[in-house]
């Protein structure tokens, strides 16, 4: 599959039109055309911003297929030393507020005068439901 194909299977799988899609990458209709149509391909300077766009890779926008054996992501957990139960209140409820990667538990616990959080992500939850802005 062309880089092309790939754009509009894209572009309206998230449902909005060529010009919405001109405008948010501020470049004309026509450019988002040409590139739908196999005329034209993105400048390649223009690939990581195709790829936050629409939350894929630059491998996906390419074509390139994932072998069985590449890793991939799922879930990741992280423990932070903090000063106080508070401030790891607070990074909990920053953690909530982000819609990638969505946070799935969190323990917040004393040992001696250190507040230890330790938070678990997971990188794949409902990514094709998720709206990202």
């Known amino acids: 599959?062309?880089?092309?194909?790939?754009?509009?299977?894209?572009?309206?799988k998230?449902?909005?039109?060529?010009?919405?899609?001109?405008?948010?990458?501020?470049?004309?209709?026509?450019?988002?055309?040409r590139w739908e149509n196999?005329?034209?391909a993105p400048d390649l300077s223009m690939l990581p911003q195709l790829a936050v766009?629409?939350?894929?890779?630059?491998?996906?926008?390419?074509?390139?297929?994932r072998s069985d054996n590449m890793a991939k992501l799922i879930k990741t957990t992280e423990t932070f030393e903090l000063a106080s139960e508070q401030e790891a209140k607070e990074m909990v409820?920053?953690?909530k507020g982000e819609k990638f990667p969505v946070l799935k538990d969190h323990?917040?616990?004393?040992?001696?005068?250190k507040v230890i959080l330790e938070v678990?992500?997971?990188?794949?939850?409902?990514?094709d439901n998720m709206k990202f802005n």
């Not at 599959?1 to 309206?12: A, C, H, S, T």
């Not at 998230?14 to 055309?33: H, Y």
């Not at 766009?53 to 297929?65: I, K």
């Not at 678990?120 to 990514?127: A, H």
Request: without cysteine; negative net charge.
């Open 1 to 12: 599959m062309d880089i092309g194909k790939v754009i509009k299977e894209l572009r309206q």
């Open 14 to 33: 998230r449902g909005i039109t060529q010009e919405e899609f001109s405008e948010a990458l501020r470049v004309s209709v026509q450019t988002i055309s």
């Open 38 to 40: 196999g005329v034209n």
């Open 53 to 65: 766009y629409f939350r894929v890779t630059t491998d996906y926008l390419l074509g390139l297929e």
């Open 93 to 95: 409820l920053k953690f």
């Open 107 to 113: 323990k917040i616990a004393t040992v001696g005068d």
């Open 120 to 127: 678990t992500k997971e990188f794949n939850s409902e990514l």
